[in-house]
């Protein structure tokens, strides 16, 4: 699992390579800052252990599923595609705090953590239905749009970690 997210991050670096202007010869290097980061995936937010070790169990389970998702779609196994994108949609969500909730886990989780999950469980099912239509570009688009909202969560949240090595 670990090399998917590993695959995952080398991808993420490719926008933030892009945008490096060249520099005028001459002029030393900018010092080092925060690596640069596309606005679109957000900035990254640090969430509690207490989050990540219950998040963890789920994603490993979403890190193998996307393997074979990602065989699925790329071998046109339609029936294989349908049941897994099905089983991530129906996937009981974290559920947002309630006002006065002293449910640790979902008050420690920040407002984007919840609208991610949410396209997850949309781009889910338009994944399934792509699979369903027979239609094969859609297919290949839909694949793309929910493997972007796997990155953009890890982007927000996932990269404090992995800076920590
Ligand atoms: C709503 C946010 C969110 C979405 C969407 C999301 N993840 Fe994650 N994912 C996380 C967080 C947070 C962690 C870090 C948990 C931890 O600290 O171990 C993580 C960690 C992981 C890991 C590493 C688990 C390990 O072995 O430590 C894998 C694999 C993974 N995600 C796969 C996926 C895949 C595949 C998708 C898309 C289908 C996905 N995730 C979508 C938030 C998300």
Known sequence: MRLLVTGMLVLLSFPAL???????????????????????LGRPDYLSDLARQILRR????????????????????????????QELAKEPRITRPLPDSRDELNAALPERFFVLQDELRERAKGLDEAA?????????????????TCVSCHSAFLAPKTTEK
Do not use: I, W, Y
């Not at 789920?58 to 049941?83: A, K, N, Q």
């Not at 369903?132 to 972007?148: M, P, V, Y």
């Open 132 to 148: 369903k239509n027979g239609n094969d570009a859609a297919l290949a688009e839909s694949f793309g749009r929910l493997t972007q």
């Open 58 to 85: 789920r994603m490993e389970r979403h890190g193998r599923d996307m393997l074979h998702l990602m065989s699925g779609v790329v071998l046109l196994r339609r029936d294989v595609v349908r049941t897994l994108a």
């Open 18 to 40: 892009a945008d490096e202007k060249p520099r005028a010869p001459g002029r030393a290097a900018p010092a080092a800052k925060e690596p640069a980061r596309d606005d679109a």
